[in-house]
Each structure stands twice: as structure tokens, then as C-alpha cells.
């Protein structure tokens, strides 16, 4: 711990003493990251209209349940034909105007997937024809009002296996909305400790500069003053010069990490930051039989796979439809009027009855349903299929992450102690170069092997930071803190 609080120093000593440019950068913590990236990743935002999309679909199916009203319009219709009458085997002259509108409600019922419709037709026409030169004509007003339901027989309700598909779509859009938020968590954490790393590379490399700048003056004096070869004077030069391309060539890959971590979470490219964390970790306890048992509850890639599941029925159902035995009833009921003047149109009304029946009958369809039917079987075999293996990935992945964070709290310890080691070694060496019991190439190994190690104790906790974070991605259970992830609450939008 001690180590960690001494490098965040120099770390924050470093930003104090840097230019006024640094000192306008940004500083951006893991926390402001993902709230950041959340609200900006290009990835996040195509999940999210992905989302809107299915969510929209869903509302309007929804929608279409309700009455629909429309007007159909016809204000002007004319023709003039010779025709030829059939009863009177007789050509006649026919010419009419007429204008006329239709208004009608049509209200679908959901429970049988059938329709109900009122519908009222009201027209004005001026016909004439001549016929053997007689002149005949009429002029009236006339109006159809009647209510009509069509329903379909012996098959499936379309409607709603429509609604339950979309709900099932917008469901699965939402997890896979909350998948990607923990993904994007994921992948920020990386990215964020890509760029902490590669800050610390380029303290450490300033630390050695530091070192060897240090170590040049105290050589080149003792040349100066003929106590040391002039060898040795070129070996420190060239160490020095060595540091000073470690840092150039460290202040570069800076660069680039920290522009590809700002362009994936959505930060303007041109925009200068600086991450600031803390590395430090505390051993957390975790259950490997409770973290698989949370997994299989809780993973969301299982209920994905269900939904498959209940979208190949939708499919099986769809399969065994066709060339089906099938009718259709149409039932209808209402009043005809028509008169010269409209205020007494239905001054002596026509009722207008209809009903109609029919059947579709399937005779041979050369085993086309049959063969569609085993091949929609397997499918949904391959589905279960696809289940259980899902189950399987999950406590084979959840096993790994646990093997690893065994693995890396070792590391750790070995990690530190190396350090301990590379600073004491460092220390003693470094007191003996300076009294010239040691070669300045030899020391610049000591300095190496102590960047090395610190390198790699830095990176000992970050990995151990980050299976934390993916053993909370693989059981939805937060073991730093301690508390459980509901999948909902990860979701953006419900289904309402």
C-alpha cells in the first residue's frame, strides 16, 4: 500500500510541475468515465435505437388494436358509355354523375382475431339514358348504413402471436441493452487502465530519467576530477541518452491509448485528459458454488435463449398453418335508403342481410407441410440445444474467472515483495556505484529490474481489478459490493 501511495505521489507531483497546457487537462476518473461513456459511446447509442426501435413497433402494434376511423372521399365521378342490354337486346346511351363518401369504423378483436366494422356510404347521382329514344333518368340521394363482423375458423390468432413477438422482441432488446451496458463497463474499465498504466509507464520513465541525469552528473565529476575512467563516463551518457528516448517513446504510446480510449467512450478526440485512480485493492471473499448458483439464476443470456425458444413456437405454429383446414364467416346487418330529397332518404328503407361461409379444404400438398414441419422440429431442437449449452458456458466462464482471481491474488503478493526486493537492491547497488564499486551499465540493469517490477505490481492489481469486474459481469453479483445485480435495473426502457 505504501508502494501505490508513494507512485500517486510522484504521480501527482509530475501534474504540478507540468506546463500550463497539462495543467488545462481534463481529469477523469473511473467513475466520470462510465458515466461519460453511457451517455455517449457510439456502441451505447446504436443499443439504444436498436432499443427505441422495437420499442416503437411494439407501441404501434399496440395502437392498431384501437378503432381505426377513415373517410374515403369521391366528389366527382362522371362517364358517358353505349352499351348494350342484355334483356332487351338493345344498344343504349348511359351517362352519370355522381359524387359520394365513405365513412367507416373498424375495431379488431383481439381475443378471436376478428373484425368489426360500421360502415356508412352516402352518395348523390344524376343518371340518365336513352334507350330505343325514350329518355329516362333519376336524381336521389342514397345512403348504406351497416355493421359488418369477419371472423376467421379453425386457425390461429394472428394478432396475437404478432403482439406476443414483439413483446418477446422488446424484451430481448432490452437485455441485450443491459448486456451491453455491463460490456461497455467492462471494456471502459480496460481501456481506463490502459491509459493509468501507460501514465505510470511514462512516471517511471521520467523517474529513470531523473536517475540517470543524477547519475551522469556524479560520473562526470569524478572524471573531471580523475577519480573515475572516462569510460565510464560514456557508458552514463549513453544511459542518459537511452532514458530520454524511453520517455519520448512512452509519452507517444500515452498518446495514442489515451485517444483511443476518449474516442470509445465518445469524448471529443481533441480534448486533453488525465486519469486519476487508485489502484489499491482489497481481498474480497468469493464463494465458487454461490457465484455459479447466482450465474444461472441471474444471467441474462438464459432468458435470451428462452425467448428463443418461445419465438420458434410462434414459428412451429406459423409452420403447421399452412395448407391447414381454415374457414372464414362474414356477417352483415343494415339499412339501405335512397330519395330525391336527403331529409327523407329513409322514408321507406331496404334491410340488407348477409351472411357468408366459407372453407379452405387441403387435398395434397406433395408432403410440402411435413417437410416444413421437421425442418422448423429441428430448429427448435437446435434452440434447446443451444440452452443447455448456454448453462454449461456459464459455469465453465464463471470457474475460469474464479481460477483467476485465485491466481492473481498470488501474484500479487509476489508482485509486491519483488518490488520491496528491486528497491533494496537498487538502493545498495547505487551506493556502490557512487563510491565506483559499480559500473554505470550495471546499474542501469538495477534501475530496469526495479521499473519492471513496479510495472508489474501496478499491473498485478489492475488484473485483479478487472476479474473482479468480469466475475460481476458473469454472475450479476457485485462482490466489492457486496450486493446483487437485478437484471431490470439495468434496462433503460420496460415493456408497458
Partial sequence: MKIITNLLLIFSIGLLSL????????????????????????????????????????????????????????PVEYSNNRRFDNRLSQWYTNESFSTSGTFRVDQPILPTDGTLSLINRFS???????????????????????????????????????????ELDLENANIGYAMQRLNLE??????????????????IANEELENARANYEIIKNKVDAGLSAKEELYQAELNYANAKSTVQNRQVSMENTKDAFKNYIGMDILEEIVVLTDVSVDKV????????????????????????METSQFDLIKVKAMNEFKGEVNLSIGITGDNEKLADIYENPTRNPKVSLSFNV????????KARLKAQEASMKSRQLDFDQQKTKIVIDIRRVY????????????????VRNAELTYEINKEKYQNGDLTGMQLNQYQNQLSQKKIAYSQALINYKIQLLNMKVQTLYDYTEQKAIVPQELYMYEVK
Fill in 19 to 74: 506546463s500550463g497546457e497539462v495543467q488545462a487537462q481534463k481529469a477523469l476518473t473511473l467513475d466520470k468515465a462510465l458515466e461519460f461513456a453511457e451517455q455517449n459511446s457510439p456502441d451505447m447509442q446504436k443499443s439504444l435505437f436498436n432499443l427505441e426501435r422495437f420499442q416503437q413497433n411494439l407501441k404501434a402494434q399496440k395502437l392498431a388494436l384501437k378503432s381505426r376511423f377513415s373517410l374515403t372521399l369521391n
Fill in 124 to 166: 348523390w347521382q344524376d343518371n340518365s339514358s336513352k334507350v330505343g329514344g325514350q329518355d329516362n333518368g333519376n336524381k336521389a340521394f342514397s345512403n348504406n348504413l351497416y355493421l359488418s363482423l369477419n371472423q376467421p375458423l379453425f386457425t390461429y390468432n394472428k394478432r396475437k402471436i404478432e403482439l406476443k413477438s414483439l
Fill in 186 to 203: 467492462k471494456s471502459v474499465t480496460e481501456q481506463f487502465y490502459n491509459v493509468y498504466m501507460a501514465q505510470m509507464n511514462l512516471d
Fill in 285 to 308: 471473499r468469493i464463494d465458487l458454488s454461490e457465484a455459479i448458483a447466482s450465474g444461472l439464476r441471474s444471467r441474462m443470456e438464459i432468458r435470451q435463449r428462452e425467448i428463443d
Fill in 362 to 369: 387441403p387435398i395434397f400438398d406433395w408432403g410440402e407441410k
Fill in 403 to 418: 481460477r483467476d482471481i485465485q491466481n492473481q491474488l498470488i501474484q500479487i503478493d509476489i508482485a509486491k515483495q519483488s
